[in-house]
């Protein structure tokens, strides 16, 4: 405490909070404590970007405290229309139970449909069972099969999730959230962004017409290179998938022969990148 004294009188009153001096009548009255619990200011500013910002950062450190500890993980894309009775939930459940077998934790959107087959496949075979959640407009709970999940008010806080926590993506078929999420994975492997990371697409009849199109549209205008669509791998079968998927990150030894000759599988101008996971 200063003890200057003025003329004519003692020391001036003086407080000091943290490196700031106050004197005279910048001394407050009320702690800051008091302020904080006393009083209630207007609510708008939780709507502020200011606030945003730090909403924005407490989702990622929700996600990153979450999933931290994860083992070796793929995330799987996919429809959230399939119904339980569709061939395709069935094999969404098939895909969830041979990543498990295959020792990888299973992580999806975490809605219904696909993602709900997938993490019941994962979860009834023993694997970890991960639901990344979107708050939408209308209500929705994690599915049934969801052992460990977190939910996300922002899309590219859990996209980023989706990445950092997965060493490859399994793209079954789906509607405009899959093709974003299949197209933002090409992305950030075609800008390096990613590396050495497998896309598979689940669905040769699915998913034809798409890669043909990249070919003859997209290749053809030169709007990519042709190694871009070195990028991705197409199959119907889970166990291949799963092979790819350990292959391209290094968990496996190179396949003993090409797999020509093989009609479920189409590696659409190459193999998966070979590699690990992302850093
Ligand atoms: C439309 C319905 C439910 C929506 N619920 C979703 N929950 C979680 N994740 C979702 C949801 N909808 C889209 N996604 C994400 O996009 C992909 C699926 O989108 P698509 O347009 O159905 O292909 C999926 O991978 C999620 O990450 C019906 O009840």
Same mark, same amino acid.
């Given at each position: ?12 009153? @003086? ?70 009775? @569709?061939? @395709?939930? @069935?094999? $969404? ?39 990344? $959640? ?68 689940? $669905? ?76």
């Amino acid at each position: 405490m200063s003890r200057r004294t003025r003329r004519g009188g003692g020391p001036p009153p @003086e407080q000091r909070r943290g490196p700031v001096t106050a004197r005279r009548g910048q001394v407050e009255h009320s702690t800051t404590d008091q302020r904080l619990l006393d009083t209630r200011s207007p609510a708008s500013f939780v709507h502020s970007d200011p606030w945003r910002v730090l909403r924005i950062q407490s989702e990622f450190v929700e996600g990153f405290g979450l999933l931290a500890d994860l083992p070796p993980a793929v995330t799987v894309f996919g429809s959230a229309r399939v119904g339980r009775d @569709e061939p @395709e939930y @069935e094999l $969404g459940r098939r895909l969830g139970a041979a990543l498990a077998d295959a020792g990888y934790a299973v992580i999806t959107g975490g809605g219904p449909g696909t993602m709900e087959a997938v993490n019941r496949g994962a979860q009834e075979a023993g694997g970890l069972s991960v639901g990344l $959640g979107i708050e939408l407009p209308f209500e929705q709970d994690l599915n049934d099969w969801v052992d460990l999940g977190v939910s996300f008010r922002y899309f590219f806080v859990r996209k980023t999730m989706f990445v950092k926590y997965a060493e490859a993506f399994v793209i079954m078929p789906g509607g405009f959230g899959t093709l974003d999420e299949l197209f933002e994975a090409l992305t950030l492997l075609q800008t390096g962004k990613v590396t050495r990371f497998p896309v598979v697409l689940m $669905g040769t009849a699915y998913w034809s017409g798409l890669l043909e199109w990249l070919r003859s549209t997209v290749l053809g205008s030169a709007r990519i290179k042709p190694g871009d669509l070195d990028l991705v791998t197409m199959t119907d079968d889970v166990d291949e998938a799963v092979r790819l998927i350990l292959e391209g990150t290094g968990r496996a030894g190179p396949p003993a022969a090409a797999t020509s000759g093989d009609e479920t599988t189409s590696e659409v101008g190459g193999a998966a990148a070979a590699g690990g996971a992302p850093s």
